[in-house]
């Protein structure tokens, strides 16, 4: 995979709770979507959460993925010699706090999606 997912910090700490990830490769971070899913068993489970789906950037092999879980501006700045990417969830209290719940990064190129007015069954005539 060209983005691999390396650690949460501060988990349980709004303010500061932050998944981290490292680009392997070059590549478009808007092709990637960050799920929250349970966790049983060690494994994954299909009980999706949370979404987090990136916007499109362009990342270089060595660039960080920094996604803090709180509210915040997306913005980019160095980290340890490397460029780091900040991106900011949303929520208004922590999602990596329990061990139930794991970061799943999907791959997802390409997707269809339709507008809500187009998502009505449409009406068949009736036979005569």
Do not use: H
């Not at 049983?40 to 092999?61: G, M």
């Amino acid at each position: 995979m060209k983005v691999q997912i390396q650690y949460v910090a501060d988990k349980g700490n709004l303010s500061r709770e932050r998944l981290v990830m490292r680009v392997r490769k070059e590549v478009d971070i808007g092709d990637f979507i960050l799920i929250r899913t349970g966790f049983e068993d060690d494994e994954v489970t299909t009980e999706v959460s949370n979404a987090f789906w990136f916007p499109y950037q362009q990342l270089r092999a060595g660039d960080l993925v920094v996604v803090y879980s709180k509210k915040g501006r997306s913005r980019i700045g160095p980290i340890d010699g490397a460029k780091a990417y900040f991106f900011y969830w949303g929520q208004e209290s922590p999602l990596w706090d329990n061990e139930d719940v794991a970061p799943v990064l999907l791959y997802a190129p390409e997707w269809n999606s339709k507008a809500p007015q187009e998502l009505r069954i449409p009406r068949i005539p009736a036979s005569g």
